[in-house]
Nanobody
Framework: QVQLVESGGGLVQAGGSLRLSCAAS????????MGWFRQAPGKEREFVAA????????NYVDSVKGRFTISRDYAKNTVSLQMNSLKPEDTDVYYC???????????????????WGQGTQVTVSS
């Protein structure tokens, strides 16, 4: 069974930073593209960022480009999302995602994600 365990959410003022982490099993981490989505109450879950299995290629939604950075730590089997210059509109529940098939572009579609973490709340106050 694939498990993704997130940590690092919380409350921060606008302009501040948070770092989310997602731990996965070694097997999952080595074969899957990993990413982050977010979801507000009553809204659809939306793609935020993804990184391929090699760590060489990343993909971001336009609204976070230049502010968020996704990365892999192969020693810890974790994927992280460094979020800087946070805005109130970044307030959401953030979900770690793993996709075993397709590309970073296809991973932007919820249906192409095979496994999800439990979610972690990020709240940005104005």
């Amino acid at each position: 069974q694939v498990q993704l365990v997130e940590s690092g959410g919380g409350l921060v003022q606008a302009g501040g930073s948070l770092r989310l982490s997602c731990a996965a099993s070694e097997r999952t981490f080595s074969v899957a593209a990993m990413g982050w989505f977010r979801q507000a109450p009553g809204k659809e879950r939306e793609f935020v960022a993804a990184i391929d299995r090699s760590g060489d290629t990343t993909n971001y939604v336009d609204s976070v480009k230049g502010r968020f950075t996704i990365s892999r730590d192969y020693a810890k089997n974790t994927v992280s999302l460094q979020m800087n210059s946070l805005k109130p509109e970044d307030t959401d529940v953030y979900y770690c995602a793993a996709a075993f098939f397709g590309t970073l572009q296809t991973m932007t579609i919820i249906g192409n994600v095979q496994y999800w973490g439990q979610g972690t709340q990020v709240t940005v106050s104005s």
